[in-house]
């Protein structure tokens, strides 16, 4: 496979390409002050979920398209790139008719190859770049074969995010790193850009720091990071989202030394 940077025009190209936003899209005020407030530390790339997949019912299923506006709204006001998770069809239709910058298949998705194959075929004739979540299991050939199927549609802009794997014991992280399977990844496809999310790993914001700075080390190319106005009200996963300033504090502080990979 040969892919191509899943960079965006402008976005420098210095490690570590940031991506930072909300969990989820919850009001146009939450995510345009969130939004702006990333967009003057430098940030160029946001993140907002707009369909949630949540373990149980019941729960706050994102506010769904009637946010795709707003993240429009953000592109105008910020000049900031936009991104969204998609996990069928509709959503890439959706999201492409909003003109979203970037798209992300969640680890729920990725574990399923009959989703993963119909947004690649939604995909296809497209020209955006998508980034693959590792599946929720620590099964590192269902995680590049949802690789392969979006790169058969005719997409070669692909990027992958280390999220960490669910086990039934939580202690430290919400999902274990396991870094030994993104780094297996990188060995059989070493052209693919690989991104942490020390959020969904830590689940906890005094993880963001520690893990994205093993990240850094281990020669990852970006951080995807969740990042909200308010975070002790955030509708979803409130523990382990920062405001904009303590991103921005936490990113300073990174040490990035060149690795040998
Ligand atoms: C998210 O990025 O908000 C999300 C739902 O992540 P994951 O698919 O990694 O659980
Ligand atoms: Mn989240």
């Not at 709204?73 to 000049?79: N, S």
């Not at 549609?153 to 995010?161: D, P």
């Amino acid at each position: 496979m040969n892919f191509e940077s899943i960079l965006l025009p402008g976005v420098n190209a210095k490690r570590p390409l940031i991506i930072a936003g909300p969990c989820s899209a919850e009001t146009e005020q939450q995510v345009l002050e969130t939004a702006k407030d990333l967009a003057n530390r430098g940030v160029k790339i946001f993140r907002a979920g707009i369909w949630k997949p949540r373990t149980k019912p019941g729960g706050f299923e994102g506010v769904g398209s009637k946010g795709l506006p707003w993240l429009k709204k953000i592109k105008e006001e910020t000049g900031m790139y936009t991104s969204t998770e998609v996990a069928n069809e509709r959503h890439v239709f959706e999201a492409l008719k909003y003109g979203v910058d970037m798209l992300w298949i969640g680890a729920r998705t990725t574990a399923n190859p009959f989703a993963v194959q119909e947004i690649a075929d939604a995909l296809k004739g497209v020209d955006i770049p998508v980034l693959i979540k590792n599946p929720v299991n620590p099964d590192l050939e269902l995680w590049i074969g949802a690789v392969e199927r979006i790169y058969n549609a005719g997409l070669h802009k692909i990027g992958v995010i280390h999220r960490g794997f669910s086990s039934y014991d939580k202690k430290l992280y919400r999902n274990l790193p396991q870094w030994h399977i993104p780094i297996e990844l990188r060995r059989r496809l070493p052209e693919l850009p690989i991104i942490c999310d020390p959020s969904h790993i830590g689940g906890k914001r005094e993880l963001i720091a520690p893990l994205s700075q093993q990240a850094m080390d281990l020669g990852f190319d970006g951080l995807i990071v969740e990042s909200h106005c308010n975070p002790d009200c955030a509708w979803s996963d409130k523990d382990q989202q920062v405001t904009p300033d303590v991103l921005h504090y936490i990113l300073n502080m990174l040490v990035i030394r060149e690795t040998q990979q």
